[in-house]
T-cell receptor, first 113, second 114 residues
């Protein structure tokens, strides 16, 4: 089955700096790669996603890049703010919305004031 | 829309008891997913349904776990008998399917088995 590796497990950055979280996946048939943000005690919330026919997608301060050849994708957050502090999960699936997600182990992002 | 609804939000039970978790997906969503989150194993898919039919239950840990979806607006996840290692947060999620890929999560049920 699919295996998703996520790094780093913890990332501490100064407020205003950029943060990058990286994931690799094992199954070349995967075609959908969402990123979720989870605050303590809350549900995972979708913040951005990318499909396999696209190399990059941006939404304000958040961007995701996908390299299908290398089977890795990354989340980029620019101009970080205190409210960006949370755990971020990457995921992959083979069937778009018609398949379950395989998640990475998560990255605890800490924004230092 | 109210989003995905789960009940109860918290459940504390003793080992050996039966536990039933409930989920109401977003109206019009054809796919329903059950996930479990623990510190050790992270977020993992247990089972998912399409149009009320179970499609993939390979993530269900053992026969003590069962899930049903009797209609488009209701699903249950049952654990019988429960064990301390079942303690986790159980999330239900739903998606429209087709060309709409996004999965929306419910608030979760925090289960503690003593």
């Amino acid at each position: 089955g699919e295996n998703v590796e996520q790094h780093p497990s913890t990332l501490s950055v100064q407020e205003g700096d950029s943060a990058v979280i990286k994931c690799t996946y094992s199954d070349s048939a995967s075609n959908y790669f969402p990123w979720y943000k989870q605050e303590l005690g809350k549900r995972p919330q979708l913040i951005i996603d990318i499909r396999s026919n696209v190399g990059e997608k941006k939404d304000q301060r958040i961007a995701v890049t996908l390299n299908k050849t290398a089977k890795h994708f990354s989340l980029h957050i620019t101009e970080t703010q205190p409210e960006d502090s949370a755990v971020y999960f990457c995921a992959a699936s083979k069937g778009g919305g018609a398949d379950g997600l395989t998640f990475g182990k998560g990255t605890h992002l800490i924004i230092q004031p | 829309d109210a989003g995905v609804i789960q009940s109860p939000r918290h459940e504390v039970t003793e080992m050996g008891q039966e536990v039933t978790l409930r989920c109401k997906p977003i109206s019009g969503h054809d796919y329903l997913f059950w996930y479990r989150q623990t510190m050790m194993r992270g977020l993992e898919l247990l089972i998912y349904f399409n149009n009320n039919v179970p499609i993939d239950d390979s993530g269900m840990p053992e026969d003590r776990f069962s899930a049903k979806m009797p209609n488009a607006s209701f699903s249950t996840l049952k654990i019988q008998p429960s064990e301390p290692r079942d303690s986790a947060v159980y999330f239900c999620a739903s998606s429209v399917g087709g060309q709409r890929y996004e999965q929306y999560f419910g608030p979760g049920t925090r289960l503690t088995v003593t």
